[in-house]
């Protein structure tokens, strides 16, 4: 015989499943002031500190489509050439995107690690996406907004989902606001 399980108990059983179908957490900077979207965006490559080759780079595309689709009307992608795509320091290309973004009239520089993107190891290898993104001056070097993420998704969600749902949930936690024209 089948137990029944009242509705409450429905309720409850669904709640825990929906909490343990993909562990995740954020943080961010509270109170600083608000991020205009006619700014000039550039995403320059983001420092890759996990084991996946251009996994920065992968962030920065990433990232870049996100903020268009919030509303910033200019963004730029700056990921240079790089003599070794498969190096992991790419301190070198940062200065290089930085110094462009800087000469091309930049006004906000958002850069930022992934700290973890790769498929965990087990049955199921689920994503594992860790970012934290910085919002900094071009004119200088103050930070106007910081965050950071980490998730592990499905066995099935593919890594890119989980980076996007990682970086959108930062952008989303941005004070992005629409400048009066």
């Not at 790089?82 to 850069?111: M, S």
């Not at 993107?117 to 689920?126: I, N, Q, V």
Request: proline share 5%; net charge negative; glycine share 10%.
């Amino acid at each position: 015989m089948i137990p029944r399980i009242p509705v409450s108990g429905l309720t409850s059983l669904a709640l825990a499943l929906l909490l343990i179908s993909g562990c995740s957490v954020m943080q961010s900077q509270q109170g600083s002031e608000p991020v205009a979207l006619n700014n000039q965006f550039a995403v320059i490559p983001l420092t890759n500190l996990s084991q996946t080759p251009q996994a920065g780079d992968q962030a920065a595309s990433i990232l870049s489509a996100i903020l268009r689709a919030k509303g910033a009307g200019d963004v730029r992608l700056y990921l240079p050439e790089d003599d070794n795509p498969i190096a992991y320091d790419n301190r070198a290309r940062q200065q290089r995107a930085l110094a462009d973004a800087r000469e091309r009239g930049a006004d906000l520089i958002v850069t930022g690690t992934v700290d973890e993107w790769r498929y965990k190891s087990g049955l199921d290898g689920e994503p594992a996406v860790g970012i934290t993104l910085e919002v900094r001056a071009a004119d200088g070097d103050g930070v106007v907004w910081s965050g950071t993420a980490a998730r592990t998704g499905w066995g099935r969600e593919g890594l890119s989902v989980a980076g996007h749902k990682v970086l959108q949930g930062l952008v989303d936690a941005m004070p992005l606001e629409q400048a009066a024209r």
